[in-house]
Nanobody
């Protein structure tokens, strides 16, 4: 199983980016997908997650109302739409897949390599 996160880049505060998480290899149709991020010098933290079957999403308080997770079943891809980006959103963003949608990193068995998001003021 391989996860490929992409779509990162540099934007100014208030801008938007859309990250993608594409899965290949073994079919993970029943897995939940989580997004996490790690800023320089900080622990990796939960951003949001989506249940594949129902599409139910949950978000960290810091991104609620600004970030949206969606999925494309046919493409086996999950998206993280990030709007109203702020400098504090600067981090490496990771996607991960696991049996349950959770804020806990240990619940995810498969991880992508991460994509850098840089927001300038």
């Amino acid at each position: 199983v391989q996860l490929q996160a992409s779509g990162g880049g540099s934007v100014q505060a208030g801008g938007s980016l859309r990250l993608s998480c594409a899965a290949s290899g073994r079919t993970l149709s029943r897995y939940a997908t989580g997004w996490f991020r790690q800023a320089p010098g900080k622990e990796r933290e939960f951003v949001g997650s989506i249940m594949w079957s129902s599409g139910y999403t949950q978000y960290a308080d810091s991104v609620k109302g600004r970030f949206t997770i969606s999925r494309d079943n046919a493409q086996n891809t999950v998206y993280l739409q990030m709007n109203s980006l702020q400098p504090e959103d600067t981090a490496v963003y990771y996607c991960a897949k696991g049996f349950a949608a959770s804020e806990v990193q240990g619940m995810y068995a498969y991880w992508g390599q991460g994509t850098q998001v840089t927001v300038s003021s």
